[in-house]
């Protein structure tokens, strides 16, 4: 339990006070009240009041406002209020400010703004940490904390350029090893001092965000800066758990945000966080799994869902209204998923600055007589019943799909062969099959334990560092099924080929040779034509983006390409190993050709569906103390026919015992135990 | 009049002899003569001629051009040629040189380049109006003062930055205020010292222009920008009045140019002048509606079309040209919208630099045997056969659009709810549905005295200021006719949101209360259903953007939402307020529905069309001592039958009398007065 | 012949042994001899490994691979190696990095980074040439020298500034004029003294690349940083013929690069070479028209590829594989154009940094048994049994075509009339339409002799510059047929338009005036209607992007408009000048106008296509002693057939004797000479 203090599902989210007059604290209480909210996640942007100069502190709005919660019936989730330095700060010590990635020296204004490097941001972020944890450390409400926030952006500065050379020392020991990870023989890029290194930015090696000359300085920009921040982090860490070394301490996490390695990141938190903004159109499989990721990211411990809008965001192109029913819907899709918590972004909204057009549970009219309102408080009353019944449960899952920061900087990083290639969307692909199927997937790293999955399944598997081709061997080898795509194995994680034929080191797992990579143009496809039945699989199906030209070394062709001059070459390909198979896709291929592909892989290990559901139909499972609680989530916008066959299920939010054929409203979620 | 020295509608357009060998003087003033031009606007880029050093001024050519014009038979438009520094300026006092926004000092080049914080620019503007108004005071050909030119863009040095402090603190006298309107709680910006205080620009709180995490900082700056500029105008008015105290002043505005607050800019114009510029596929109705808007800067007064191209601009991405017979056309529409001038950029085409592609009354050719020079001569004749028929003639409209360039800014900067919602879009709907019914129709301030019209709309009323609901209270209360839309009435006048319940301020008056606010992806839509018949409106009606969900709160409803979770939610409503009722159109239309509706609302209020005419013919009136003098302006490529009834009008342009039913030649104009 | 030691089509290109390891090389030169590879391309970018500081040169592995490459037969194109400089130069000498487009000072990083006005880079560059001649001058395996790599990219920095200054002074002598050409009275820009100009860059007068407001500074700082890069390579080439007076120096161009004026460096190259890079959708008669315009920089003298891609690239969006053919048979498209070598960048794939993904001979599998090594050494088996029979023949052509940088310049940069008017496209249109017809065309710049062509072509000839128009008409008046097109004759050398009616100096020849020139909006398009059939003409074709409204004056109109207010006035005109004639096509017509027009033109003159072909089959012929080498390149997927006549033909590619219809295998090529 993230602190048994509070054992239900937390609820509430992010409180600013400080932007309000003390009258309206008092309505505040009384809705949060209604509401059934017991968590306020405060003091996030409030540096700039606790500590107004250099030397001054003034605790005194943050005392009172932690008494009146606690004695309101709300909890606390204590931000250290360093994702943004004050102005005073900025005006007084510019080495706070950071240099962009154009090379342009900032002047103040908005968050993510603190130069990781700076010796004044790192002086005082620990020090206002470890203020707040000694002033707070035994105050009741207090349950858990929330290091700044939502970490991100990168820094170019002078003292980051020194900051990037020793940590070079640091991973590579000497310059003769630099030059040779980076290939710098390469346009005669040859270092001999490491005064020489600069930052790759637009002004050097960069241009465009993610175009680089050079992939392997790129790539370990993005690896420094990670460590940057997550040392700014750790500061803060150390400083309070010198206080309170049994609460949980945390910093909410942004999903696939790609500037930070998260799976490095994870150890350093006690939980993870989360902030869950999908827009109106974004994949319903997409926001799932990127809930696994996070609960990936400590494997498998339930996580926190810190923010999530009631209804409407600000910063979407677009902002629609969350549907009725929708915001509870997807806070039990994030239960579902792994998550103890339900918060939102934010309680009140604010009148003025970028965030007003934000959604909230207050909104701007002040009173609870509104749709979102009356969501949130039947959502909070819900909660309120659950108690702990679903707390600390674990998802156990049979496949494992592998997410890899570092894969996915050297992978869109590189010049070549093709503009189209994302690495999300091409893990997504694998997952959403998966999700339709109603396969419960693991998102591990490449640290991961494979040994209780019986099937891995990494696409686009670019960058194989050392160890890791052994390791899937060794996977395979005691019968696992292993899969993989075009593209991978190509590069160590330096980024340096892997010379000898692609995939390099898995080549011999694989039991294949792809000689070439063919890049296709936009509305152009291929086809990927099966050599016969295989499950669901039968005929023809498009395939694009990339197209790999393999050779079978002992793996068994299983479909070949259907036009240009490849035609008849291996494009699926499935190679015995030891107890195991290893199976290669050399394309990306359409939706139909996955499921069908990923339900035979199942169905060889005997993988389950969780239920069988109708289209738009959820489904997710949580254990705990061996009880099985199954999430059956309604995305539709009408009710649906699930089938439960003959198992007698109790429905937690209310429903009875359900049997047989079970109707599951729109947008609306049922949470069965078999009785 | 503006200067009754030449008593009619002054004919020509800007001249830069400068570029020029004396020679081509002589065929100027050949030229000039045979196309019955009569003013010309100079000087309005010599400053480096006029002034070559820091010390000397040299006249020479000056005095010559004035006196050559003058014998001529040509007044002068003279400008004080501040629109651009010299260059030598700029290398020995940088601090001319602008900031930009991405906050790169700027080097020596284009125009609009001068920081209005420069004490280097200030003096040397001043002094040269004080001389230029010193020396020609008394010139006989000098008929109106041209200050600088086209004044816009925005600087952020060091200087603008000093300057912006002073600003504030002279609107908000302390920071704890300025902090309070900027509510810079929110990210825990609170400013404890004036210095910390930064412009506001790409490398501090803003970027793509107008994204901003502080809609107040951005905000005041636009406002501050404006007074800046606005103050380099007023001294060299000021400097000019000394001298000159009788003779009119202005400066060329840009229509609806999104950066000065024209309307504050107005009151120190004794005369408003602007340059119409649109492209081939600008709707008709948008340049109509430009010219009322520049009408309405001084209440109705007269104004100067002080620039349009005789055929071709080059500044478009395509650059057509003006079809034969528009380019009088398009004279004519803005005469009858309140030009008492029509005035050409340019009367000679330069030969080299940026703008030698832009068309001119004398082309490359030289001669006068050109289509262009043609119509213009035409063109040139037929206003001095008008003589001052139409001068000083007052547009006369019973419907007021609302128009406020701070409430633009307000809508623009916000984050959220979607980027599709352009204002001058929206104003424009409105105004092309009357422009449409033939309905005469002002633009108007939240200044203007609402008294004398029966029917007032403002669109995207987003910010209302201090008291200007009860303007519209007591408006509507006498009996007037207010229509808003959504998203209005959501902020005050420092982008701070009305809480309590959207539309702020003008829920009362408009009797219902908006919810919730739902913005449309793209492609999508909504219906408008018609509770009953409405004048012509009936059935179902496509709108789209923005979705207010509102309820009644004593408004009537007479239109409802046909899908989505919100359907049967009123879309429109009216609203008994005293003897007037208040409109709410919560939604963005599709042009038939908004005929329909200020078709009905005109009729209610017994606002009768000016003529009912064909599509493509629009028609407008101005009033000379009780003499009404209506414009039919046909810009359809074919002849087109206008119903005049039973009147007999005496058309001015050759026409004869005209009864019953008059054919507009395609492209062509009639004006008539009843006999 | 290039260099006589090695008299075959040389075959090899770009090897960069400095990546790799000893071992390697043993491979390389056994995989070498495998491909018939008899050319190594070294030293390109190993400045920082042969100068690691300001003092030390250590050519000790340069020695050993000129050697090693010697004693396997391999010939060497040595580079200069100063295409990028080292990190410790920009460490030390921040000097050579330049100040780029947007006024930022670079960092290290990228090539292409040295400023031209360096005295670093100037120094260093100078001095590495000098001591490289000096110490292979006599290195039997030595065949060439390659100056720096693919110069490009302008500087901005005040060196350049000062330079610039220089630079003008020596082409106007007096500010004055330069005042003068540049137009500076235009909004009062006058300078009044060198210092106070500035580079032209997007802190100054430019943005967005190539939008200026002063066209003429523009133009001549393009003019001037061609020079300026002109001036880095000719010291290098001057240092190195002092030690190797006969040895041929090039350096390698890139076909139409936008940024330097090639004409002009030709005449400093001794031997011309280019990188060719057509994407998998880059229409073949552009690849072709490149070819002929790099074969015309030095007035048809044979050329060297020196470098294209065994298969794929890496820096387009969409890396497509070259498919099965293709590079052999677009080998032999660059020999049918004139090249006499066969070079690929590269002869072994580096395995870090941006060009990992770029394709090579050796790739990374690092064996000699994939399809990519097996063309290629089938390629060069084959060119080794050509021996010298293609060597030197020249192309001999009928038609030119006119190509001028400066011309592009001032037509790309000038504001209107539209943005849709590109420069390589127009010309490539009327290109196209020869390459259809089979009619071998010269690409000739304006200083090219044009006695003895029959027809020259010259699209857009915007800019005439001093002594041009003569030239033209005394071609004309000799009796050949000259073309040209809308908006040409505009403008005199210093962007300044030729008043008295467009196209100025070339209206007499041409026997029209153009008085306006309209631009189209997208999608828009007029008509040309042929009066009467002319050859294959006839009817109506679509046109587009500007219309020129012309008059004749004594031409003979051929076909005029068919839609708009210019309907009826002349699209097309011929008029008779002396004994020839002088087209003028007044729009952007389809290719079918083209096709047609240019075949009338050709049967007018007597000029024959080479060869009848279908669709796809493109052919070309070179000329040796007298001696006819036809050329015929099918491109196509399929076979074609071609017909021959009654002529008999060897064929030269081992296809033995062929006469009548000879059938062309899909993407293959014959070349034959008549027995």
Not at 423 to 451: I, N, P, R, W
Not at 491 to 514: F, K, M, N, S
Request: aromatic residues 12%; negative net charge.
């Amino acid at each position: 339990m993230i602190n048994d203090k509070l054992p239900k599902i937390w609820y509430g989210g992010d409180y600013n006070p400080e932007q309000w007059e003390a009258p309206i604290w008092d309505e505040d209480m009384r809705m949060f009240k209604l509401a059934g909210i017991d968590v306020a996640t405060i003091n996030v942007f409030a540096w700039s009041l606790i500590q107004p100069d250099e030397d001054t502190y003034d605790f005194s709005a943050l005392d009172a406002m932690m008494d009146r919660l606690h004695a309101s019936g709300v909890y606390v989730c204590l931000a250290t209020g360093t994702g943004a330095h004050p102005a005073w700060m900025a005006k007084r010590h510019p080495d706070v400010l950071r240099v962009d990635y154009e090379g342009r020296k900032r002047a103040y204004g908005g968050r993510h703004n603190s130069c990781p490097s700076s010796p004044t941001y790192r002086l005082h972020a620990g020090r206002i940490a470890d203020k707040l944890a000694e002033r707070y450390a035994q105050h009741p409400a207090l349950l858990i904390w929330h290091v700044s926030n939502e970490y991100g952006g990168y820094c170019y500065c002078e003292r980051c350029a020194d900051g990037f050379r020793r940590w070079l020392k640091g991973r590579y020991g000497t310059l003769e090893r630099v030059n040779q990870v980076w290939n710098t023989r390469f346009w005669g890029h040859t270092f001999y001092d490491w005064e020489e290194i600069v930052p790759p930015n637009a002004i050097s090696e960069e241009w465009n965000g993610n175009r680089t000359n050079f992939q392997g300085i790129s790539l370990d920009y993005r690896r420094f800066m990670s460590d940057s921040l997550l040392d700014c982090y750790k500061l803060e860490y150390d400083a309070i758990k010198k206080h309170t070394p049994d609460l949980p301490v945390t910093t909410n996490l942004m999903g696939t945000y790609p500037k930070l390695d998260y799976f490095k990141w994870a150890k350093h938190l006690d939980v993870v966080s989360w902030d869950n903004y999908p827009s109106m159109d974004t994949p319903i499989s997409m926001t799932a799994m990127t809930h696994d990721l996070m609960r990936g990211l400590k494997d498998g411990q339930p996580f926190m869902l810190m923010e999530q809008t009631p209804s409407q965001q600000n910063w979407q192109p677009y902002n629609s209204l969350k549907r009725p029913g929708v915001m509870r819907l997807w806070s039990y899709q994030a239960v579902a998923r792994g998550a103890d918590t339900v918060l939102f972004f934010q309680l009140r909204r604010s009148i003025g600055a970028c965030e007003k057009y934000h959604g909230a549970v207050i909104e701007h009219v002040g009173h609870e007589h509104t749709r979102v309102f009356r969501e949130c408080a039947a959502l909070g009353g819900e909660l309120q019943q659950l108690g702990d019944a679903l707390l600390d449960a674990r998802v156990e899952a049979k496949v494992a799909i592998v997410y890899d920061w570092e894969n996915r900087w050297g992978l869109e990083l590189s010049s070549g062969p093709t503009v189209a290639l994302k690495y999300v969307d091409e893990v997504h692909k694998y997952y959403d099959a998966l999700f339709q199927l109603g396969v419960q997937t693991d998102m591990v790293s490449v640290e991961a334990d494979l040994s209780g999955y019986d099937i891995v399944i990494a696409p686009v598997l670019y960058m194989v560092k050392t160890g890791y081709a052994d390791k899937l061997k060794a996977f395979v080898s005691a019968g696992g099924t292993f899969l993989t795509t075009f593209f991978s194995g190509i590069v160590d994680e330096h980024d340096l080929v892997q010379t000898g034929g692609y995939p390099g080191e898995l080549r011999e797992l694989l039991g294949i040779w792809a000689e070439e990579i063919d890049a296709l143009l936009p509305g152009h496809t291929n086809q990927m034509v099966m050599k016969q039945e295989l499950g669901a699989l039968d005929g023809s199906y498009e395939c694009g983006i990339l197209c790999d030209l393999i050779h079978s070394e002992g793996a068994e062709v299983l479909a070949t390409y259907g036009s240009d001059f490849y035609q008849g070459m291996p494009a699926l390909t499935a190679n015995r190993y030891g107890e195991g198979r290893a199976y290669y896709v050399a394309t990306s291929p359409e939706p139909a050709f996955l499921q069908g592909l990923l339900g035979q892989l199942c169905a060889d290990k005997g993988v389950r569906p969780l239920l069988s559901t109708p289209e738009g139909v959820e489904v997710s499972r949580r254990v705990k103390d061996g009880r099985e609680l199954l999430f059956v989530l309604n995305h539709n916008a009408e009710a649906a026919p699930v089938e439960l066959g003959d198992v007698v299920y109790d429905e937690l939010l209310g429903g009875g015992q359900l049997q047989g054929t079970a109707k599951v409203p729109a947008r609306s979620v049922l949470i069965l135990s078999a009785t």
